[in-house]
């Protein structure tokens, strides 16, 4: 899925590995900033790592990001107090805080501090790519994020898709899934894969509840040069056919 | 206060006694005096004519012992053993030459100050001793007392009064000190412990003190304790988090389908001891907060719009609509926190129960009565349930298979009930779980 957020910026389409996200990840912790970084790998984002604000306000300063994911207690100071400095030189960077506090003490503080969302540990990473979907849909407004293909253009961002000059709102659970295609034309992705992105956790939901959310698509990509191949026993495949 | 009049009281009595005493030596002493001078003038008027005692008793001796109540006088005169003159029963002690004693006894029925006095006259080859004794009764005196023992009284009662009255008056002053002192301890908030800075009068400023250093001391060690929590949060949470991105990105390259069905099991377990440790959390201070409520006033609706705001994201994940319809304000003086807390936990659970392409609805009214409520379109509430749900760990029969920990509603009950209000729970006919929020 990749992208959630994908192509944020960039005129995207073209280069798969420029749609990619750059996100930055202030975290002390070794080991989560590890698990963290390769769950977002597997949907195809950039990310990298920062142990404290030291080296942080360094990444920033060489680097552009487009999210930044901070941690609240790190060894050399208070996540807010980099946040107000952040906001301070107007760097409109999003950010969204990792917290691990309980969310009635910090609620008001970080949101008051500039920080356009907070997950709480630990999260799960379809929460946090919705949140981030939020906050660049907030912050962006009608950038240039589309993706065209196929006679389709495509928005990730607002959620929208265009077929033939007829605009559609997509609804999410469509969206996540054209997406995770569309990123990889050509790719088969079995049902169980996908129902996983689709679906949180504490669902029981069949893998054939997908088959409703491929037909959804499908009617959606109808007049277009797009097509949702089933390969049965298998899985689906969106193919680009003239 | 009691013990302070009593003492006073002790004290009047000692003070009558003592002023009636001193009196009563004071007015003796004076009439021993006279009677003194009188047995001198007799004494010295004796003289011995040809071998021949003779006394010429002054008129002075007498007349001096005149007083306003008439008292009478008595008198005795001896030459050696022999009766010379005066009243042969008034009884005459021996003294020494030219030494005065006093001595009070009864007399004819009455008592009578005696005075006793010798002197030893010397004639041709003779020694004489003449004795004199002297008696006046004490009507003048106990006349003179009884006046000084009246006036004592009178004063002493005085004393006592003015005693009283400020006793009264100086323990309604510290204790309306101490009352005050007390009230503002009482009414503090729970995360009041700032010193006390009202003006307190001299002696109360060691208490004050002292509660000060205690409200730093507890200042500190609660700041600390709420460090510890955060700390010890931190501390279970990230590892959690670790393990449960780890099993994510696992999840996405295992292939076999019983150890994906593992992996998703370790999932939902990380999620549910997290969500039972953060309401756990959040039910303490809960608890705490609704002990000690402190409103403040707030726009139910800006509140409510906020969260509705925050938790859009995750209803978009499940294709949920989450639709909010207020009143343009609702005013209401309560705690923020907690209504958004409880309205947080209605608002998780509808968003749990819904199934997807669902609505869930939000309103906020001011009119008839001031109301939170959060319907959803899931299966509703199992009838039979619907007044032992509210209770602590208790969860719906038909909630098998979605996280929860059982402390959603309580706490929503906990925060409607700290506001005076109270938490409904029905069904719509249509279907769907309504949670109202009565404030």
Same mark, same amino acid.
Do not use: W
């Given at each position: 899925m990749s992208l959630t957020c994908a192509g944020y910026r960039r005129k995207a389409g073209h280069n798969r590995k420029n749609k990619a996200m750059k996100?930055?990840?202030?975290?002390?912790?070794?080991?989560?900033?590890?698990?963290?970084?390769?769950?977002?790998?597997?949907d195809g984002h950039v990310i990298e790592h920062a142990e404290n604000l030291g080296d942080a306000t360094a990444f920033i300063e060489t680097s552009e990001y487009d999210l930044i994911l901070l941690d609240i207690m790190l060894p050399d100071g208070d996540g807010r107090t980099f946040l107000r400095k952040h906001r301070a030189r107007s760097m409109d960077t999003p950010v969204i805080i990792l917290t691990a506090r309980?969310?009635?003490?910090?609620?008001i503080n970080s949101l008051d501090l500039g920080a356009d969302d907070y997950v709480t540990k630990p999260f799960d990473h379809a929460e946090l790519e919705a949140r981030c979907r939020a906050v660049l849909r907030r912050k962006a407004g009608k950038t240039q994020t589309v993706i065209e293909t196929g006679g389709v253009v495509f928005d990730p961002v607002a959620g929208l898709i265009s077929v033939q000059g007829e605009t559609v709102n997509l609804r999410n659970r469509e969206l996540r899934l054209l997406e995770m295609l569309i990123n990889a034309p050509g790719q088969v992705f079995s049902k169980q894969k996908l129902a996983d992105r689709l679906f949180s956790y504490d669902e029981d939901v069949s893998e054939n509840a997908i088959e409703v959310y491929i037909g959804r698509l499908r009617k959606h990509l109808n007049s277009s040069d797009l097509k949702i191949t089933t390969l049965r026993g298998i899985g689906y495949r969106l193919d680009h056919e003239p | 206060?009691?013990?302070?009049?009593?003492?006073?009281?002790?004290?009047?009595?000692?003070?009558?006694?003592?002023?009636?005493?001193?009196?009563?030596?004071?007015?003796?002493?004076?009439?021993?005096?006279?009677?003194?001078?009188?047995?001198?003038?007799?004494?010295?008027? *004796?003289v011995i004519w040809d071998g021949i005692v003779e006394i010429d008793i002054p008129y002075a001796s007498f007349s001096m012992l005149s007083t306003p109540m008439d008292d009478r006088v008595f008198y005795a005169i001896y030459q050696d053993e022999t009766f010379l003159s005066g009243?042969?029963?008034?009884?005459? *002690?021996?003294? *020494?030459?030219?030494?005065?004693?006093?001595?009070?006894?009864?007399?004819?029925?009455?008592?009578?100050?005696?005075?006793?006095?010798?002197?030893?006259?010397?004639?041709?080859?003779?020694r004489i001793q003449i004795r004199v004794a002297l008696a006046q009764t004490q009507d003048a005196l106990s006349g003179t007392l009884d006046q000084i023992s009246q006036n004592a009284a009178l004063f002493v009662t005085g004393f006592f009064a003015l005693a009283t009255l400020l006793s009264f008056w100086a323990t309604s002053a510290t204790i309306g000190q101490l009352k005050r002192l007390t009230n503002s301890v009482?009414?503090?908030?729970?995360?009041?412990?700032?010193?006390?800075?009202?003006?307190?009068?001299?002696?109360?400023?060691?208490?004050?003190?002292?509660?000060?250093?205690?409200? *730093?001391?507890?200042?500190?060690?609660?700041?600390?304790?709420?460090?510890?929590?955060a700390e010890a949060a931190h501390r279970v949470r990230?590892?959690?988090?670790?393990?449960?991105s780890y099993a994510e990105a696992t999840l996405q390259r295992v292939d076999k389908k019983e150890n994906r069905q593992a992996i998703r099991s370790m999932i939902r377990a990380i999620d549910e001891s997290s969500r039972a440790a953060g309401q756990l959390l959040d039910h303490a201070m809960i608890t705490f907060r609704a002990d000690h409520l402190e409103r403040q006033d707030i726009d139910l609706v800006g509140l409510i719009n906020e969260l509705v705001t925050r938790l859009t994201p995750i209803a978009e994940m499940k294709d949920l609509k989450l639709q909010l319809q207020t009143d343009k304000q609702v005013p209401y003086s309560g705690d923020p926190i907690l209504i958004q807390n409880a309205v947080r936990n209605l608002l998780d659970n509808a968003l749990k129960y819904s199934p997807s392409d669902g609505t869930v609805d939000v309103f906020v009214?001011?009119?008839?009565?001031?109301?939170?409520?959060?319907?959803?379109?899931?299966?509703?509430?199992?009838?039979?349930?619907?007044?032992?749900?509210a209770t602590r760990f208790s969860r719906g029969s038909n909630a098998e298979g979605t996280i929860g920990s059982g402390l959603g509603l309580t706490i929503a009950m906990d925060v409607a009930a700290a506001h005076g209000g109270s938490l409904q729970l029905s069904n719509r006919p249509e279907g769907g779980a309504c949670a109202l929020l009565l404030l």
């Open positions: 996100f930055l990840l202030v975290e002390d912790n070794q080991e989560l900033a590890n698990a963290i970084s390769s769950r977002m790998r597997i309980s969310q009635i003490s910090d609620r | 206060m009691f013990t302070l009049i009593g003492g006073t009281a002790i004290l009047a009595l000692l003070l009558f006694f003592a002023i009636r005493n001193s009196a009563v030596q004071v007015a003796q002493s004076a009439q021993d005096n006279i009677l003194g001078a009188s047995v001198t003038s007799i004494l010295d008027a *004796a009243y042969p029963d008034l009884v005459i *002690a021996p003294t *020494a030459d030219r030494e005065i004693s006093f001595e009070t006894t009864k007399y004819q029925g009455q008592f009578v100050r005696v005075t006793t006095a010798s002197r030893t006259l010397i004639g041709k080859d003779k009482t009414r503090r908030g729970p995360q009041d412990l700032s010193p006390f800075e009202k003006p307190v009068p001299l002696e109360m400023l060691p208490l004050v003190v002292s509660l000060n250093s205690l409200m *730093a001391r507890l200042d500190h060690s609660l700041s600390q304790s709420e460090e510890f929590i990230t590892p959690l988090a670790t393990v449960r009214t001011a009119t008839p009565n001031i109301r939170i409520g959060v319907c959803d379109s899931g299966k509703g509430f199992p009838e039979a349930e619907l007044d032992t749900l």
